[in-house]
């Protein structure tokens, strides 16, 4: 069998009916106003269409999509996350245990009345570190542990005995955070446990020096508990050694879950990432192993900034750092695919397909560019797995 490189660029594409665009007068998407003449030319040479997108369940916070997408594209389901949390707590290297549950976190800035002046604190790292450490505490014989992960990142960790991970989110996208709701009876006491945190590490980090000097990282935002699970390993279901190479957290987690070994490349940030060196760690990588994930997510921050232009020549810089690194490449399979949708006008992850691209030296159909019009003219893929296990 061929070796495969599944390339991710995370939140490139835009709502394909473009109604955001075309409110704001622009009309086109990021993918179709960037200039990528080596990604265009391996479009031309491969099977185009549309990923049909990530499958979630009623009332899932659109804000974890990262999570259900990169497991349904590895061929897996949302029944079989342990929860984004305990994906996260994976990424940064944390060895889960089973009595905790975990959660995604964000340092955030927050006015007198709680509301959300940013959720993502400017993306300043400074202070940060020093930070998660003063809002360590126990709660009624409960342990609370903040780690940090990249950039406003974090994950939270609380341990203890009858804890619960069937609880609601304060990171729903409002304008204020919610309060922690109990999704069932067992879960009460850990509501309970997290309003009081999220009370006490704000009252912490809204005092500390540190916030006096920089956009006040003031609150915590959390979303997504997870607690142990265990999932076929990647390895047994498809008789592929495989390894991932992302600076995402919740890419390293899924890929650890999975059995996914996992390429450090951390040193490369979401916007300044050097895109060659990590696409030649992935090309190297495909001597050792069948399988190789590079996941790409400038484009993703550049929308949640809602900076179309800046989309744009991310994307740009995507095709001349990688993709005219394995433009060359034969006798390989290559998946190019976007994970979400990610609306630069709203800023939002949206539910919809994506172009997807997979190129095996043989099967084309003709379609040119690769962008949501012209792979919207080819076929709805279900299963990309599906696609890579039955076309050598």
């Given amino acids: 069998m061929k070796k495969t490189l599944f390339i991710i660029l995370d939140g490139a594409a835009e709502p394909r009916a473009n109604d955001d665009l075309r409110s704001s007068g622009i009309g086109k998407s990021a993918l179709s106003l960037a200039e990528k003449p080596n990604l265009d030319v391996l479009a031309s040479n491969s099977f185009c269409g549309m990923w049909a997108g990530p499958k979630a369940p ?84 409960i342990s609370v542990r903040f780690y940090k ?148 997510n400038g484009a993703d921050v550049f929308a949640h900034n809602k900076d179309l232009k800046g989309k744009v020549k991310f994307i740009e810089r995507i095709d001349s750092e990688v993709f005219s690194r394995i433009s060359y490449m034969r006798n390989i399979k290559i998946v190019v695919t976007s994970d979400h949708e990610t609306s630069s006008k709203t800023g939002e992850h949206v539910f919809g397909p994506v172009p997807f691209l997979f190129y095996n030296g043989e099967d084309y159909n003709d379609i040119k560019n690769f962008d949501e019009s012209s792979c919207g003219k080819g076929s709805i893929i279900m299963n990309p797995m599906d696609k890579i296990m039955c076309c050598d």
């Avoid at 996260?88 to 927050?110: C, D, H, M, Q, W």
């Avoid at 446990?193 to 915590?220: E, G, Q, T, V």
């Fill in 58 to 141: 009623k009332n899932y916070n659109v804000k974890s999509l990262s999570e259900l997408a990169t497991l349904e594209l590895l061929g897996y389901s949302w029944s079989d996350s342990p929860g984004r949390g305990f994906l996260e707590a994976l990424g940064i290297g944390l060895r889960p245990k089973k009595n905790s549950i975990y959660f995604r976190a964000n340092f955030a800035t927050v006015d007198k009345k709680l509301n959300i002046i940013d959720r993502r604190a400017g993306r300043d790292e400074t202070g940060l570190k020093a930070l998660s450490k003063k809002i360590n505490m126990k709660i009624d014989g």
């Fill in 149 to 296: 992960g990249v950039g406003h990142r974090g994950v939270l960790e609380i341990s203890g005995s009858g804890l619960s991970n069937a609880v609601g989110d304060s990171d729903t996208g409002k304008n204020k955070p919610d309060k922690i709701v109990p999704l069932s009876k067992n879960a009460r006491k850990t509501a309970y446990i997290l309003n009081i945190f999220l009370k006490r590490s704000h009252d912490i980090l809204n005092k500390d020096s540190i916030n006096k000097k920089r956009k006040p990282a003031n609150y915590i935002l959390i979303r997504g508990a997870g607690r142990f699970k265990k999932a076929m390993p990647f390895k047994s279901r498809y008789g592929m050694k495989a390894c991932s190479v992302s600076n995402s957290g919740i890419v390293q987690g899924i890929s650890r879950y999975l059995g996914i070994d996992v390429i450090n490349a951390r040193e490369y940030s979401d916007v300044e990432s050097n895109l060659a060196a990590k696409t030649d760690i992935a090309v190297r990588s495909l001597e050792r192993y069948d399988f190789v994930l590079i996941h790409i």
